[in-house]
């Protein structure tokens, strides 16, 4: 990451690093530029990474152009998850505790009891028409009490 040592990360985990947590990472950021907010910066990971079907869901990409929020917003690509990034956030939300929670206490136990967990279905679950409205308050919800 290539910000500045002052700003503080909030990381967006799901299973690709597909859909969900980019859209979340891309919302967030948006919305830290849009209020002139420079403490926060939003990453996104997946915890199995080689089950997204290319580089972003199109449904991220229309909803962003829907709310007029350039892709630069949100990584290039999917990117899995390290120790690393786990230690450089402040903030860590996995997308659906159901689905993660267990892929967590698999892949960093002494992690998975740290994090924070929202519960946006994936698209098999619910449509996108659904659950990126959810992100997209719970976002903002995160975004407001950060900011106080």
């Known amino acids: 990451m290539t910000t500045p040592p002052d700003v503080k990360h909030v990381l967006f985990i799901c299973t690709g690093n597909y859909y969900r947590s980019r859209y979340a990472e891309a919302y967030f950021n948006h919305l830290v530029e849009k209020r002139r907010l420079t403490g926060w910066r939003a990453f996104s990971r997946g915890l199995a990474t080689e089950l997204a079907m290319g580089l972003?869901?199109?449904?991220?990409?229309?909803?962003?152009?829907?709310?007029?929020?350039?892709?630069?917003?949100?990584?290039?690509?999917?990117?899995?998850?390290?120790?690393?990034?786990?230690?450089?956030?402040?903030?860590?939300?996995?997308?659906?505790?159901?689905?993660?929670?267990?892929?967590?206490?698999?892949?960093?136990?002494?992690?998975?009891t740290r994090i924070d967990y929202w519960d946006i279905h994936d698209i098999d679950q619910a449509p996108p028409e659904t659950a990126l409205p959810e992100i997209e308050t719970r976002v903002t919800t995160l975004l407001d009490k950060l900011s106080r």
């Not at 230690?87 to 993660?100: D, F, G, Q, S």
């Open 56 to 112: 972003i869901s199109i449904h991220t990409v229309e909803r962003l152009e829907k709310n007029k929020i350039p892709l630069i917003h949100c990584s290039e690509k999917p990117a899995p998850l390290t120790e690393e990034d786990l230690k450089t956030a402040h903030v860590i939300i996995a997308l659906k505790r159901e689905e993660h929670l267990p892929m967590m206490q698999t892949l960093f136990p002494d992690w998975a």
